[in-house]
């Protein structure tokens, strides 16, 4: 079982659509949440940082994770062309290694 | 907004040829990483580095592989012997802890 999976997509979604990622993991000494976006040739751009389980809501941007379920996910709300990327989760416990998904990328159809 | 700068953004280099990437990290930060992307695959991580000392590494890090910083504001990666394996993205890291780590736009390294 791959320490974390994360669906690849594509995912299309037309504008002001709600887009819905999510990302499982099989470590359960992760206690850190991040969810970064990667535009093309570019470097991963951090977008929301969350510690253990719960909620966290940023703009547009809200980031959960169930612990228990060992499940993340980021929801865009109101999604607009320029959030078309990629976008990786990643998590990492009491240790300096982040271990990544493999990014899903998200098309925003204007 | 300070962000973290890696050059040169693209290099090409010969198989078994030195090189080596540099960084320059954002100017609190005490935590300093290198990860690396091959082209289609996962980020993955490198090494990190802080007060002065690798602090961590993964199986990818091997004897070929060396960080350095060699002043209060540069982090460079070396590799002594380049394989065509090793022609990635490379990305510096750092962070004021562990929590977020921020990004440079990377180095493209080329081996023929």
């Known amino acids: 079982q791959k320490e974390v999976e994360q669906d690849p997509g594509p995912l299309s979604v037309p504008e002001g659509a709600i887009v819905s990622l999510n990302c499982t993991y099989s470590?359960?000494?992760?206690?850190?949440f991040m969810w970064y976006r990667q535009y093309s040739r570019k470097g991963p751009e951090l977008l929301m940082y969350?510690?253990?389980?719960g909620n966290k809501e940023d703009g547009r941007f809200t980031a959960q994770v169930d612990k228990s379920s060992k499940y993340i996910s980021l929801f865009i709300r109101d999604s607009q062309p320029s959030d078309s990327a990629t976008y990786l989760c990643?998590?990492?416990?009491?240790?300096?290694?982040?271990?990544f998904g493999a990014g899903t990328t998200v098309t925003v159809r204007a | 907004e300070p962000e973290v700068t890696q050059t040169p953004s693209h290099q090409v280099t010969q198989m078994g040829q030195e090189v080596i990437l540099r960084c320059v990290p954002i100017?609190?930060?005490?935590?300093f990483y290198w990860y690396r992307q091959i082209l289609g695959q996962k980020v993955e991580f490198l090494v990190s580095f802080y007060n002065n000392e690798i602090s961590e590494k993964s199986e990818i890090f091997d004897d070929q592989f060396s960080v350095e910083r060699p002043d209060g504001s540069n982090f460079t990666l070396k590799i002594r012997s380049t394989k065509l394996e090793d022609s990635a993205m490379y990305f510096c890291a750092s962070g004021t802890g562990l929590e977020k780590l921020f990004f440079g736009s990377g180095t493209q390294l080329s081996v023929l």
């Open positions: 100017s609190n930060h005490l935590y």
């Open positions: 990643a998590m990492r416990g009491n240790d300096y290694k982040l271990s």
């Open positions: 969350t510690y253990s389980s």
């Open positions: 470590n359960s000494a992760f206690q850190y």
